[in-house]
C-alpha cells in the first residue's frame, strides 16, 4: 500500500473529537472514498466526513474528545493511493517531481521538474536545468504537450517569452 499526502489536521471540531483538515486534493469530496487514513505511521478507520467550506470535517475511530483530537492538531493525513479515481491527464505532484522536461519541438532536455505550485487558476511547475537555474511553466495545454508517466518525461511547448529573462 503506498500512501499519498492528502491534507492537514488544522483544528479540532466539536467535543467528540472530529477533526478539521485543510484538505490537499483538488476535490475534496475524495475523502468520502476513504475507509482509513494514516497519521504519525498510524491508520485509523474513518467513521463520517463533512465538509465545512472548503475543509473537512473527519471523525476518526479511537479519536473520540477533544483532548485526543487536540493530539492531532498540526499533523499530516495520508491516504492509500487506491482510494483516488484520478481523471486521465491528472497526476500526484510527487509523481511529477523529478520528470524530465523536454522541449516538444527540438527534442531538447530543459531539465527536471522539481517544484509544483498551485495557483488558483493552474498550477506552475519549477523547471531546474542543468546549469542550476530555475525556469516556470504553466501547467496548461498550451505549454504541457505531454506526460510519459512510464518514461518519467514531459514534453512542453516553450511559448514566446515564456523564458525571456
Keep these: 500500500m503506498e500512501l499519498i499526502e492528502t491534507g ?10 472530529e477533526l478539521k483538515v485543510v484538505p490537499w486534493a483538488d476535490d475534496p469530496t475524495v475523502f ?6 494514516t497519521i504519525d505511521n498510524t491508520p485509523y478507520s474513518v467513521r463520517s466526513v463533512r465538509f465545512q467550506g472548503q475543509n473537512v470535517l473527519l471523525k476518526l475511530d479511537g479519536i473520540n474528545d ?6 492531532l492538531k498540526n499533523k499530516i493525513i495520508f491516504a492509500n493511493r487506491d482510494d483516488f ?31 509544483v505550485f498551485s495557483t488558483g487558476s493552474n498550477d506552475v511547475y519549477e523547471i531546474t536545468g542543468t546549469d542550476n537555474v ?12 505531454a506526460t510519459d508517466m512510464d518514461a518519467k518525461q514531459m514534453r512542453i511547448h516553450v511559448m514566446e517569452g515564456l523564458f525571456d529573462e
Design 66 to 71: 477533544m483532548t485526543a483530537a487536540e493530539g
Design 134 to 145: 530555475k525556469r516556470y511553466i504553466p501547467a496548461i495545454k498550451d505549454c504541457v504537450k
Design 8 to 17: 492537514k489536521i488544522v483544528n479540532t471540531h466539536g467535543v467528540k473529537g
Design 85 to 115: 479515481d484520478l481523471p486521465d491527464g491528472t497526476y500526484f505532484i510527487q509523481d511529477l517531481i523529478g520528470l524530465t522536461v523536454v522541449e516538444d519541438e527540438t527534442d531538447k532536455e530543459l531539465g527536471r521538474i522539481t517544484e
Design 32 to 37: 468520502q472514498n476513504f475507509k482509513t487514513v
